[in-house]
């Protein structure tokens, strides 16, 4: 199988973590006072049956994709409130119905997200 032509360098990847570390992760630190996630692990297991579910509820649906959200869970007894991530279906929208400099896709409504997955612990940079 051929590689995507949308992979990056295990460098590249280092990069874009330790950036994040520097203009976002030390701040959330500073402000929160605990470290918080910044990966969170799903199998393919788990992504394999996500994607197949969404393609057999989007048959109908031009462009099927699915975005990356950052979310967080609420602060319990049990928790600080840690980061997480979600994957939400998308769609492509109408021509015409969005502008030049928007997004040509639009959130599925119809499928629900997927998230659970595990954060990886201790955070760290990649």
Known sequence: ??????????????ELSETWWITRGKAIEKELKFKDICAVN?????L???IAYVK???KD???PGISIWMGTYAKNENSP???TV???PTKKKAPGTYTEDENDFEENEEIDPLNHGQGVWPPGIY
């Open 61 to 63: 649906v031009k462009a």
């Open 81 to 83: 409130g840690y980061s």
């Open 42 to 46: 799903f199998s393919i297991e788990e």
């Open 86 to 88: 979600f994957l939400s």
């Open 48 to 50: 394999e049956a996500y």
């Open 56 to 58: 057999e509820n989007s």
């Open 1 to 14: 199988m051929e590689k995507p032509s949308k992979c990056i360098t295990r460098e590249k990847a280092t």
